[in-house]
C-alpha cells in the first residue's frame, strides 16, 4: 500500500499502465521479427535443399561435379574457392589492418590519424560491386601482364610450394579474388584493432616506454598481449564478411567450377555461383535445389565463423 | 629463425638497463627492428590509402564522360541508342527508400528493446542482440535468396517491393546497433526526472530518452542507407532489374547497382561507359553520406 503510494508508476494510473504494456509489446514483437528473420532464412535454405540433399546425401559437400547437363551436382569446387579466397584474403589483410592500426594508433600525431583513419574507413563504405568493376578493371590485367608471369618464372621453379604459383596467366582466379577481397576487409579488422588498441590504459604503455622499450616492442609485449582476443574476433569478423562477399569475386574470380591447386587457376564461389546459376535455374529443379543446398552450406560455414568472431570480442568486452 | 623468436625473451631483462640510444649490438639490433616495424606500418597505411585512391581515380576517369544530360533523363536502351539510367537511379531511390521506411522502425524499436528492457528480459536481449549482430554480416546474396522464396516465388513474379524488403533486413541490424549505443548515452537523471513528472515509460522512452538521442539514431539510419543503396546481390533474384521505365513497387523494378552489374558485363562499349557513370554516381553518393555523418559526429564529440 505504501510502496504502491509513492511509487511512480502507480501515481499515472490504469490507463497509462496500459499504454506501456502495448508499448512493450510492439518491442517484443518486432525483435521477434529480428529472430524470426534469421530463423528463417536458415530455415528456408535448408526447406529449399531438401531435394538435393535427399538426392546426393551428405556426399554432396564432398562431390567435386557440377554438372547441369547430367544433372549431377556438389558443392566440394565452389565450398573450396569460398574457404581459399577468404584465406588468402585473411592472409593478405591481417599484416595490412595491423600495420595501419599500429600506425593509427602510436605514430601519427592524433589529428593527422583521424583524417588518415577517416579515409581508411570510406574505404570500407565503398560498395562490393565498385570493388569488383576496380578489379576486374585495375588488378586483373596487372596480375596478368606482370604478378601472374613473374611469380611463375621465379617462384613457380621452387620445388614443393611450386604448383601454387603455376599455370596460364589469365589474371583472374583464386589469388586476385583474395586480393580483392583483403582490400575490402582491411578497413572492418582494422576498425576493430584501433578500437582495442585505444583502449589500452596509458599508464601500461607509458611505463612501457619509461622502462626504455622500444615502439615495436610496447607493440609487442604490451599491446598484442592485452588485445589478442579482441584482435581475434575481429580477424573472425573479416573472415565472415569474406566468405560471404559476392559481387567483387564474381568479377574475379573466373567461374570455373574445378578445384586447382594453383592459385592463378580460375575457380568459384559459393556465392558467385549463386549469383551467376541462380537466374537460369527453374524453381523445384535439382539445379534450384542444389543451388539452395550450397547457400545452405554458405548459411553454416559463415554464420559459424561469426559466431565465434562475437563470442571471442564479447567476452573481452564483458572482461573489463 | 631461431634467432628471431629467441631475441625478445633474451631482451626482456636487460631492456630496463640497457641504454637504447648506445651502440651495443643488442641496442643496435632493436633499434633496427622498431624501424623495420615501422617502416612497414607507414607502408600499409599508404598501400592501402593507394587503393582507395586508385578506386576513385578510374571511377573518375572512367565514368565522368557519361555525366550529360542525357544519363539522367533517358531510360536504359538497347546499346548504340543514347540511353541513359533514369528508369535505374529513380529505381534504386524508390526501393532504399521503401526499405528505409521498413526497416528503420523495426531498427529502432528492436534498438529501444536492447536499450530499455534490460531489466526485464535480460538474457533474451543478449540472445537479440547476438542474432541481430549475426545478421549484419550475414551474407548478403543469402538475403535475396531467402526473400526469393518467401516474397518472389508466392506472389509468382518479381517486384521492387521484394528488393525492398530484402534490403530491409540489411538496414534493420545497422540501425539497431546504433540506437541501442545512442540510448545507452542517453543520461539517467533523464529518465527519472520524466518518470517523476508523471510520464508512462513508452513516453519517457520515446519523448525524452529517443528525442534526446535523435542526432545519433538519425546517423545510423543514414550509414543503414548509405550500406544498402551499393547493394547489388540481395537485388538480383528479387526486384530483376528492368529496362523500361517503371515506378510501381509491384512490377520488377530498375536499380543502379544491378544495372551496373548487368553493363558492366557487357560487350558494348556505350553500355561498360554508363556503368562507369553510375558506378561513379553511386560511390559519390554513399562517400558523401558517410563523410557528412562523420563530420557531423567530429563535431558533436567537441
Same mark, same amino acid.
Given at each position: 500500500m505504501e510502496r504502491s503510494a509513492t511509487s511512480p508508476s502507480a501515481l499515472t494510473g490504469a490507463a497509462k499502465g496500459n499504454g506501456d504494456a502495448v508499448f512493450a509489446a510492439i518491442v517484443r514483437f518486432s525483435a521477434a521479427l529480428i529472430l524470426l528473420g534469421l530463423g528463417g532464412m536458415v530455415a528456408v535454405m535448408a526447406w529449399g535443399a531438401r531435394g538435393a540433399f535427399a538426392r546426393f546425401g551428405p556426399g554432396f559437400v564432398f562431390d567435386k561435379a557440377w554438372n547441369p547437363v547430367t544433372q549431377h551436382f556438389g558443392a566440394a569446387a565452389p565450398m573450396f574457392g569460398t574457404v581459399i579466397t577468404a584465406l588468402l584474403a585473411i592472409l593478405l589483410a591481417v599484416p595490412l589492418a595491423f600495420g595501419i592500426a599500429v600506425w593509427l594508433t602510436e605514430i601519427a600525431s592524433a589529428r593527422i590519424a583521424g583524417v588518415i583513419g577517416t579515409l581508411i574507413q570510406l574505404l570500407a563504405a565503398v560498395p562490393s560491386i565498385i570493388f569488383g568493376m576496380w578489379g576486374f578493371a585495375v588488378l586483373v590485367p596487372f596480375m596478368a601482364h606482370y604478378v601472374e608471369p613473374l611469380a611463375s618464372h621465379t617462384l613457380g621453379r621452387v620445388p614443393g610450394i611450386g604448383t601454387l604459383f603455376r599455370?596460364?596467366?589469365? =589474371?583472374?582466379?583464386f589469388l586476385t579474388g583474395g586480393m580483392i577481397l583483403a582490400v575490402m576487409i582491411t578497413p572492418f579488422i582494422c576498425a576493430v584493432m584501433r578500437d582495442v588498441f585505444l583502449s589500452i590504459p596509458a599508464v601500461l604503455k607509458e611505463s612501457a616506454y619509461g622502462l626504455g622499450m622500444t615502439r615495436w616492442e610496447v607493440v609487442r609485449r604490451i599491446i598484442l598481449p592485452w588485445s589478442r582476443s579482441s584482435v581475434v574476433g575481429g580477424v573472425m569478423l573479416g573472415l565472415g564478411r569474406a566468405l560471404g562477399e559476392t559481387m567483387a569475386i564474381t568479377f574475379v574470380i =573466373?567461374?570455373?567450377?574445378h578445384i586447382g591447386w594453383s592459385l592463378f587457376s580460375p575457380g568459384n564461389t559459393i556465392a558467385s555461383l549463386i549469383a551467376l546459376e541462380f537466374p537460369e535455374s527453374a524453381v523445384g529443379s535439382l539445379k534450384f535445389s542444389s543451388l539452395m543446398a550450397a547457400g545452405f552450406l554458405l548459411m553454416l560455414i559463415s554464420l559459424g565463423t561469426l559466431v565465434c568472431s562475437r563470442l571471442l570480442l564479447r567476452t573481452k568486452a564483458a572482461g573489463r | 629463425m631461431t634467432t628471431h623468436t629467441t631475441t625478445p625473451t633474451v631482451q626482456a631483462a636487460p631492456c630496463v638497463g640497457a641504454r637504447w640510444q648506445g651502440n651495443s649490438v643488442s641496442a643496435i639490433r632493436r633499434r633496427m627492428v622498431d624501424r623495420v616495424a615501422t617502416a612497414l606500418c607507414w607502408a600499409a597505411t599508404v598501400l592501402v590509402l593507394l587503393m582507395l585512391f586508385s578506386i576513385l581515380f578510374v571511377l573518375v576517369r572512367n565514368g565522368v564522360g557519361g555525366l550529360r544530360w542525357v544519363t539522367f533523363v533517358h531510360v536504359t536502351l538497347p546499346p548504340?541508342?543514347?540511353?541513359?539510367?533514369a528508369n535505374a537511379i529513380v529505381g534504386s531511390l524508390i526501393q532504399t527508400g521503401l526499405a528505409v521506411l521498413i526497416g528503420a522502425p523495426v531498427g529502432l524499436l528492436v534498438g529501444i528493446y536492447l536499450a530499455e528492457f534490460t531489466a526485464t528480459d535480460g538474457k533474451l536481449i543478449n540472445f537479440v542482440r547476438f542474432v541481430s549482430d549475426l545478421l549484419l554480416s550475414a551474407p548478403s546474396i543469402l538475403v535475396g535468396l531467402f526473400i526469393y522464396m518467401i516474397v518472389v516465388v508466392p506472389s509468382g513474379h518479381f517486384s521492387g517491393l521484394a528488393g525492398a524488403l530484402a534490403l530491409s533486413m540489411l538496414v534493420v541490424p545497422v540501425v539497431v546497433r546504433t540506437t541501442e549505443d545512442m540510448l545507452r548515452l542517453v543520461p539517467l537523471a533523464m529518465r527519472e526526472a520524466a518518470i517523476a513528472l508523471g510520464a508512462p515509460r513508452w513516453r519517457m522512452i520515446l519523448f525524452v530518452c529517443l528525442r534526446a538521442a535523435r542526432e545519433g539514431v538519425a546517423t545510423g539510419i543514414l550509414l543503414a542507407l548509405a550500406r544498402v543503396s551499393g547493394e547489388t546481390a540481395p537485388l538480383l533474384f528479387t526486384s530483376?532489374?528492368?529496362?523500361n521505365w517503371s515506378v510501381a513497387p509491384g512490377k520488377p523494378m530498375a536499380s543502379l547497382p544491378v544495372t551496373i552489374y548487368q553493363y558492366a558485363g557487357a560487350a558494348y562499349a556505350d553500355w561498360t561507359a554508363l556503368a562507369w557513370t553510375g558506378a561513379l554516381l553511386i560511390t559519390a553518393g554513399i562517400l558523401m553520406i558517410n563523410i557528412t555523418v562523420r563530420l557531423g559526429l567530429g563535431r558533436n564529440r567537441k
Open positions: 599455370g596460364a596467366p589469365y =589474371g583472374t582466379g =573466373g567461374n570455373a567450377n | 548504340g541508342q543514347a540511353g541513359g539510367l530483376l532489374g528492368n529496362m
